[in-house]
């Protein structure tokens, strides 16, 4: 099955089909070596690539993963043949503004909060820091909007899906 992916303002083409030992994933056109096992209930995954190893906690959401790795959060978007197709035909509908809710991939510690309501951020803006398993995770934002509220303060502890920053 082929696949449109996006990493912030990058996209990928993947492409997964059924191969011995495990699936055979195709990047852009070039073959990669993907091992994927999830080791935790609590969504935590382990990935090889290309003989590089990876620790990761996912979160889905609709057609975007909320990927948390080395201290760093993203988002990638995936899309199939029927998802572009149904987003096509929305982007032809005009849309009202809609924003977010950014919360907690796990367990944490607020170490930061770097927003306050009312402030303009941009997609990719640090909103807040949460230190998880002695390791400090930068939360940034998903798209262009304005704070509409801050649920949590520096020091407070959080669990997994606590509702951090509000963006309209």
């Known amino acids: 099955m082929k696949y449109e992916t996006r990493i912030g303002d990058r996209g990928y083409e993947v492409e997964i089909t059924p191969g011995e030992g495990g699936p055979r994933v195709l990047l852009d056109g070039c073959e990669i070596l993907v091992d994927f096992r999830e080791i935790s209930p609590q969504a935590l995954y382990s990935v090889i690539i290309d003989g590089r190893s990876y620790e990761l906690w996912l979160r889905r959401e609709g057609a ?20 572009r197709r149904v987003e096509s ?9 809609t924003g977010f809710t950014l919360r907690a991939p796990m367990p944490a510690v607020v170490t930061a909060v770097l927003v306050e309501p009312g402030q303009e951020v941009k997609k990719g803006d640090i909103l807040c820091r949460l230190e998880a398993m002695k390791m400090e995770n930068e939360m940034a934002s998903e798209a262009d909007g304005v704070v509409k509220e801050v649920k949590v303060s520096p020091g407070e502890g959080v669990e997994k899906d606590r509702v951090l920053v509000v963006v309209e």
């Open 89 to 97: 035909l929305k982007a032809a509908m005009p849309q009202a503004r």
């Open 64 to 83: 975007d993963y909320h990927v948390f790795a080395e201290g760093r959060s993203l988002c990638v978007t995936v899309r199939d043949e029927r998802r």
